[in-house]
């Protein structure tokens, strides 16, 4: 996640793309905090984005993954086997467990860093 202390690079440059971006995050900010008591830009699709192009920033397992479809509290939740058991199926995805934040927070900086200097 992205703190506003991780924003000073940005809000140092002044222009429309880092004035812009800054908007997205405090937006998405103050969402967050708003659901959870935490004032902070979650990072889920960055980091999906960013294991693509960088697989070993997570460390992953093979579990069962399936989609519930009948509870009802819990229909279309994804359930993950994390027993090792799997009754209903053979282990079917690439499960990440770990991920190295610091050094994608860092990556992801320097690529929205990039591209706000070059407007």
Known sequence: YLEEADLQPLIKIKN???AFLLQII???SGAYESLTGWRRCVLHDPLAAGVCLFPDLVKTEKR???VELNGELTRG???VDRRGRTPLG???MQVA????AER???QLMQ???VWVQEG
């Open 16 to 18: 429309e793309r880092s």
């Open 26 to 28: 405090r937006f998405i």
């Open 64 to 66: 069962y993954v399936d």
């Open 77 to 79: 939740m994804t359930v």
């Open 90 to 92: 053979e282990e079917n």
């Open 97 to 100: 467990l770990e991920v190295d």
């Open 104 to 106: 994608f927070k860092k």
């Open 111 to 113: 690529s929205l860093l």
